[in-house]
């Protein structure tokens, strides 16, 4: 079983006047290959999720592509975009075919041109692989859900605490469950229940009341 995971990680602020500009994310340094595994393989990060779940699995062959993460700051520009998704997509393209992806992604990143950033990501990546292709995808809590985030993968879930301590773990449930949807034992099916409510960031610790009972 041949899994690609790759990945694009931005929290966007559109109120903030630094943008993300391409300068930075390549200041920041996108990671590569086997790079990739160096350098997270023993993170609590969603990226070690997915290498984990594919070390315990010894039919699984994990590919590491690309990834690209920035620490939160305003809108991304559409010349990073183009150019860091762009390559995501050739590269993911170049290496096919595939038998899964797994996309590590934050859920609240905004450009110039595209308000849903991670759904465009996803709408891409299964252009580009076909319906047939499982693809697992991890979000942060605080992501923003649009609809294509959700219909378009094949199984989606995000971390349940603030701070963040299981990204790691979500992330390992997340690459199995997807290498169980390639073996056709299961079949998931995804919704979002948007409740009306808003959590000011003080209270947003789930140790404590509210979101604790929440």
């Known amino acids: 079983m041949r899994v690609a995971a790759l990945g694009f990680h931005h929290e966007s602020n559109t109120f903030a006047p630094v943008a ?5 994310f390549l200041t920041a340094g996108p990671v590569e290959g086997d790079e ?10 969603t990226l070690a999720g997915f290498i ?23 809108t991304i520009t559409a010349e990073a975009f183009d150019t860091l998704v762009g390559r995501m997509i050739d590269q993911l393209a170049a290496h096919g075919p595939w038998d899964a992806v797994l996309l590590a992604l934050h859920g609240a990143a905004v450009s110039e041109v595209h308000r849903d950033v991670d759904g465009e990501i996803i709408e891409r990546v299964r252009r580009l692989v076909g319906d047939h292709v499982p693809i697992g995808v991890t979000f942060d809590m605080h992501a923003n859900v649009s609809t294509r985030m959700i219909e378009l993968p094949t199984v989606v879930n995000l971390y349940m605490t603030n701070p963040h301590l299981d990204a790691r773990r979500r992330a390992r449930q997340s690459a199995d469950l997807t290498f169980r949807a390639v073996r056709g034992e299961i079949h998931p099916v995804a919704a979002v229940e948007a409740p009306p409510l808003i959590v000011n960031i003080l209270r947003q610790g789930t140790s404590d009341a509210p979101m604790r009972d929440l």
Do not use: K, N, T
């Open 36 to 45: 990739l595994l160096a350098q997270y393989g023993e993170s609590q990060a």
């Open 52 to 74: 984990e779940a594919a070390a315990a699995d010894p039919a699984v062959e994990l590919v590491p592509l690309v990834y690209f993460d920035l620490q939160p700051m305003g």
């Open 20 to 24: 993300a500009s391409l300068e930075r």
